[in-house]
């Protein structure tokens, strides 16, 4: 039979790049709120807790208690970020310069929260009541609490890097 060439039906468009623009999206919402919050906890929060507070037992209290729950926020995110990342890049995500600063990040919080953080809490509670920066445990806190400051910078650091990262990468 001649006639017209016969007509396959249209094929939909792939919803491929409709998901990574979304996994795109996903991604910057995650780095916005975990390097944000660290950045706004670390560097505006705590230190107005302590200018402000009329004790520093209460004021390193609530801050202990923010550092904590963006631990948990950065954990949350970094896993979140690694596999979005791992699903879209397969075997190449380690080797993908992002994933290697969530990671690193992320093993920097756990390192913090579940390492350092510890042995702060166990220092102060040798000698609760009593403020610990006025007890026999003051040089061991100040030289923790100068890691865990440490650790807290360097993070802070990926981070920034990992913005910057993310803002090339998407424009």
Same mark, same amino acid.
Request: aromatic fraction near 8%; charge should be positive.
């Given at each position: 039979?001649?006639?017209?060439?016969?007509?396959?039906?249209?094929?939909?468009?792939?919803?491929?790049?409709?998901?990574?623009?979304?996994?795109?999206y996903?991604?910057?919402?995650?780095?916005?709120?975990?390097?944000?919050?660290?950045?706004?906890?670390?560097?505006?929060?705590?230190p107005?807790l302590?200018?402000?507070?009329?004790?520093?037992?209460?004021?390193?209290?609530?801050?202990?208690?923010?550092?904590?729950?963006? +631990?948990?926020? *950065? %954990?949350?995110?970094?896993? =979140? &970020? @690694?596999? /979005?990342?791992?699903?879209?890049? !397969?075997?190449?995500?380690?080797?993908?310069?992002?994933?290697?600063?969530?990671?690193?990040?992320?093993?920097?919080?756990?390192?913090?929260?579940?390492?350092?953080?510890?042995?702060?809490?166990?220092?102060?509670?040798?000698?609760?009541?009593?403020?610990?920066?006025?007890?026999?445990?003051?040089?061991?806190?100040?030289?923790?609490?100068? +890691?865990?400051? *440490? %650790?807290?910078?360097?993070? =802070? &650091? @990926?981070? /920034?890097?990992?913005?910057?990262? !993310?803002?090339?990468?998407?424009?």
């Amino acid at each position: 039979m001649k006639g017209k060439p016969r007509r396959s039906p249209p094929v939909p468009p792939s919803p491929i790049p409709r998901l990574y623009k979304f996994a795109d999206y996903l991604e910057s919402v995650l780095v916005t709120l975990w390097v944000g919050g660290m950045w706004a906890i670390g560097y505006l929060v705590a230190p107005m807790l302590f200018a402000t507070l009329p004790e520093r037992m209460l004021a390193g209290a609530v801050a202990g208690k923010l550092f904590g729950g963006i +631990a948990w926020t *950065g %954990i949350a995110c970094a896993m =979140s &970020l @690694l596999v /979005l990342r791992a699903l879209r890049l !397969r075997a190449a995500a380690t080797g993908d310069r992002q994933f290697r600063v969530v990671a690193a990040m992320l093993a920097l919080t756990l390192a913090g929260h579940f390492g350092v953080q510890p042995v702060l809490q166990r220092l102060k509670d040798e000698v609760a009541p009593a403020p610990v920066m006025e007890s026999r445990n003051r040089d061991a806190f100040g030289r923790w609490h100068g +890691a865990s400051s *440490g %650790i807290y910078l360097v993070q =802070s &650091l @990926l981070g /920034l890097a990992l913005v910057a990262m !993310r803002s090339r990468s998407v424009s």
